[in-house]
DNA sequence: CTCCTATCCTGCGAGC
DNA sequence: TGCTCGCAGGATAGGA
């Protein structure tokens, strides 16, 4: 469900209910697994105090003193303080009765054990955040030439960047007025400038609107998102164009329906 | 290597 | 109204 942008809003909206910093006084765990099993270890932040909520990609990151702990919401993960009972997976009891609910119906999240100072493994193979320097995108351009998937897959693909989803990948992609089905190898150097700079502006308005509730997402708050009324093409096969009125299509592409116009996305 | 597919799981909306 | 089917915002394992 939650893209970078809505997981970066569920990290404020917590850090929001954690301020001032809380102790953890203990990890209800509903159930021995969401996506893996979750490791006994992470028992080991009870006492501790928070003392940071980081993302990286679509993770977050609840740091303690001796340890952290990772969590992704996979596609239906929700925190909130309000109990839903139904898929409250686990429960984070803090200090002064404050008590945070993961939701998650499909189970495709997961609550991970970091030891302080180790870099879990999920985290080892993830490509930069999208807020990229000159370097960092020269070096990108360099790594996606070599490959042939198409710019769509390649543009969701960790390896290369995180935070593009599947809403926002289609988004970006026809704001820079590139076609979906491309393939990364024949992307010229200006095009992949383009692409970056729409998906870093795209991305920071996402973020200001609150995140796409397009179904089901809500904030920290239970909110829902705004920007949903802001996209341009996700979901919108065989309506017309909000630029030049052509009909949308739309296609799988890596397993993921792809939306875009054919007029306004011919190279 | 790289690329592609199937898969994990529940809920919900479309269509009959 | 009620049923079935297919698809859903992610990411990985395993096969070609």
């Not at 942008?5 to 697994?33: A, F, H, S, Y």
């Not at 909520?53 to 919401?73: A, P």
Request: positive net charge.
């Amino acid at each position: 469900m939650p893209e970078l942008p809505e997981v970066e809003n569920v990290r404020r909206g917590l850090l929001g209910l954690l301020t001032p910093p809380r102790r953890l006084e203990k990890i209800e765990l509903r159930r021995p697994d969401l996506r893996y099993p979750i490791s006994p270890k992470v028992h080991t932040a009870e006492g501790e105090e928070l003392r940071g909520l980081r993302r990286r990609g679509k993770y977050l990151l609840f740091d303690f003193e001796s340890c952290s702990i990772l969590s992704h919401l996979g596609m239906s993960g929700c925190w909130s303080p309000h109990p839903k009972d139904l898929h409250d997976h686990v429960i984070l009891h803090f200090s002064e009765g404050l008590r945070l609910h993961y939701n998650d119906p499909r189970r495709f999240g997961c609550f991970e054990f970091v030891q302080e100072g180790s870099v879990h493994p999920l985290l080892q193979k993830l490509g930069p955040e999208p807020w990229l320097d000159l370097s960092a995108r020269e070096e990108l351009v360099r790594r996606m030439k070599r490959s042939q998937q198409s710019v769509k897959v390649g543009i969701m693909d960790n390896k290369y960047l995180v935070g593009v989803g599947n809403i926002y990948a289609s988004e970006a992609l026809f704001r820079a007025k590139i076609s979906p089905l491309r393939r990364l190898s024949r992307l010229t150097r200006v095009q992949f400038q383009v692409l970056f700079d729409q998906i870093e502006i795209l991305l920071n308005e996402a973020i200001q609107a609150g995140g796409t509730t397009f179904r089901d997402y809500r904030n920290a708050q239970g909110e829902r998102g705004q920007f949903q009324n802001l996209l341009r093409v996700y979901n919108r096969a065989g309506l017309p164009c909000k630029r030049c009125r052509t009909l949308i299509r739309d296609r799988v592409l890596g397993g993921r329906n792809t939306f875009w116009c054919p007029r306004c996305q011919r190279s």
